[in-house]
């Protein structure tokens, strides 16, 4: 029976003794392993009691067998919802409630913090470790090695993607399997990835970047990959003269480039450097050309969208821009007021439709229809324009959000927890630039009448409910927040003049 996305990912490398993984231990996992493996999950998951269309929710570390799980979700047909390692049990709460998740699975580390979590969201709890124990495995161990694909449609939906809201609430992104199908198919080719690569995998792979994109095109390519637990960078010098290709985030070109090890001897064999999911600046990419002879090829994407537009393989890659729109991927650039197209050149609010573009917010059909017009368009609420050329340029955003190494940090849900603090009148968090992580967060404070907020106290109390990637790495007590004539916080004030306080020396 058909499920055309583990169908073409994964059910046809079945057999296959190429490498899928190259591990950090000088192991190596063939497609053959990685799938029999897959199909003892998928045996776990349905004797648990989830059926198609089921969530499962993962906060698991990267491992092979985390890989297995997202596999074997999509051979089963349940809806596989990963969560970030950082997360909370506050957090995590949320997700696992609002998903109305089955089943959770966790690292052991953190069973006894989640138990309460999956209790209350009546889901089941297994566990995964990092070296690929646990419940789950266990469970596994002796179920059969190949399964009954579940029989899915394209428009069936195959991952939920957590994105925060402007508004604190995190939204559920549903994806289809064609959407996932369609962008690994477009990027394969507009990419030139051949079952000759190996990709350079250090990304985290709870997000769109390390998942969807790395991973389906290697899948889709029938490539291989280095599979390293995170981004270390000793480890990626280290393995990158066995690579033919990589991507990352901008944080990791900026670190390589600070890295003298890093040079054209030790990338003279590459064949491509991606970059996305935040800016790269064009001086990153100018040093990273000078340095080492290659132009880092920059894309954008987005969970709700996979990836809109690329720089070209062939073809000038363009610092400063993030390309074309991918074939089969309309782009248009609009009036933030009037929603009407601008005339080319004109900077506004980038729209896109295409078989990519995601389904719709998890129980959220409000939200969804602000954002997802009637006719298709997906609102980015990413501010850009198009050259003479036809390359596409970001030059803002028109959402409150900040991304620092990648991650996206919504303002809102940390303005809500500072206003809550003793003494705290009201607060404002913003993004400023910063060296390492392109951006970060910094938090402002107005003290109640008569009160000194204790800001140790504070932060602590972030500690406690806010992954550590969206701390504020400074708090700052002001007298009052910069405002408009129509009462609105003036970001953009508090940006300018607090733009230099990660400014190296
Ligand atoms: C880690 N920390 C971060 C952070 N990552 N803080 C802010 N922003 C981040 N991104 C915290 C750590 O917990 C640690 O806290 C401290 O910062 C320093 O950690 P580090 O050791 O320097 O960080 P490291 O573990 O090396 O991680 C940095 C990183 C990682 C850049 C390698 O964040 C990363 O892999 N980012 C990739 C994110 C990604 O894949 N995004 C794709 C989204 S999809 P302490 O306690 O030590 O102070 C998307 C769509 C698209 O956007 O287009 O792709
Ligand atoms: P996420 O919600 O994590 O998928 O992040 C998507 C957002 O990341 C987009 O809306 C953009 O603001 C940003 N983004 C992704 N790729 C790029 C890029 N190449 N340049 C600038 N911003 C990017």
């Not at 955003?397 to 603090?421: A, C, M, T, V, W």
């Not at 705290?424 to 968090?429: D, G, I």
Request: glycine letters at 10%; charged letters at 20%.
């Amino acid at each position: 029976m058909a499920n055309p996305l583990y169908d073409t990912l994964f059910g046809r490398h079945a057999g296959q003794t190429a490498p899928f993984l190259h591990l950090s231990d000088g192991s190596t996992l063939s497609y053959d392993a990685f799938l029999r493996l897959t199909a003892q999950y998928a045996h776990t998951f349905r004797d648990a009691g989830l059926a198609p269309g089921d969530r499962l929710a993962a906060q698991i570390e990267k491992s092979p067998q985390a890989l297995a799980v997202y596999a074997a979700c999509v051979q089963a047909g349940i809806v596989f919802l990963p969560l970030n390692t950082g997360y909370t049990a506050d957090e995590l709460e949320y997700f696992v409630t609002d998903s109305g998740a089955r089943l959770l699975l966790c690292d052991g580390a953190k069973a006894d913090a989640l138990a309460p979590v999956a209790k209350s969201a009546k889901a089941s709890l297994m566990t995964l470790n990092a070296d690929g124990s646990g419940s789950l495995p266990d469970a596994a161990k002796d179920q059969p090695e190949t399964f009954e694909t579940t029989a899915r449609g394209g428009d069936d939906l195959a991952a939920f993607l957590y994105t925060s809201g402007t508004t604190g609430r995190s939204k559920g992104a549903m994806l289809t399997q064609t959407n996932l199908l369609s962008n690994a198919e477009t990027l394969v080719d507009y990419w030139a990835f051949t079952e000759k690569d190996v990709l350079l995998h250090a990304l985290p792979i709870f997000h769109t970047h390390g998942l969807f994109v790395a991973t389906n095109v290697i899948l889709l390519a029938g490539a291989a990959m280095i599979f390293l637990p995170k981004f270390d960078q000793d480890k990626v010098i280290e393995t990158l003269p066995r690579a033919t290709t990589m991507m990352g985030v901008p944080t990791f070109y900026t670190r390589l480039l600070d890295d003298p090890r890093f040079d054209r001897a030790l990338t003279g064999h590459m064949r491509l450097f991606i970059s996305g999911s935040a800016p790269l600046l064009a001086e990153t990419h100018v040093a990273f050309e000078e340095r080492t002879g290659h132009r880092i090829l920059e894309r954008y994407g987005m969970t709700e969208t996979n990836m809109n537009t690329s720089n070209p393989y062939e073809g000038e890659r363009r610092a400063g821009t993030v390309g074309f729109p991918l074939p089969g991927v309309e782009l248009k650039i609009t009036d933030p007021d009037t929603g009407k197209t601008l005339p080319q050149g004109e900077i506004g609010l980038i729209e896109v439709r295409g078989p990519n573009v995601f389904k719709g917010y998890w129980n959220m059909p409000e939200k969804t229809a602000e954002e997802l017009r009637s006719d298709g368009f997906f609102i980015t609420g990413d501010l850009g324009q198009i050259d003479d050329q036809g390359y596409v340029q970001i030059v803002g955003r028109n959402k409150d959000l900040i991304i620092s190494g990648g991650y996206n940090i919504y303002p809102k849900e940390i303005e809500l927890l500072l206003d809550e603090q003793p003494g705290v009148l009201e607060s404002a968090v913003v993004g400023v630039p910063h060296p390492d992580f392109g951006e970060t967060v910094v938090g402002f404070l107005v003290a109640q009448k008569g009160e000194t907020p204790d800001l140790a106290a504070i932060a602590e109390a972030a500690g406690t409910s806010l992954a550590r990637f969206k701390h504020p790495r400074k708090l700052i007590v002001l007298d009052e927040l910069p405002r408009n004539t129509m009462g609105k916080v003036q970001k953009n004030i508090l940006r300018a003049e607090y733009g230099d306080l990660f400014k190296p020396a």
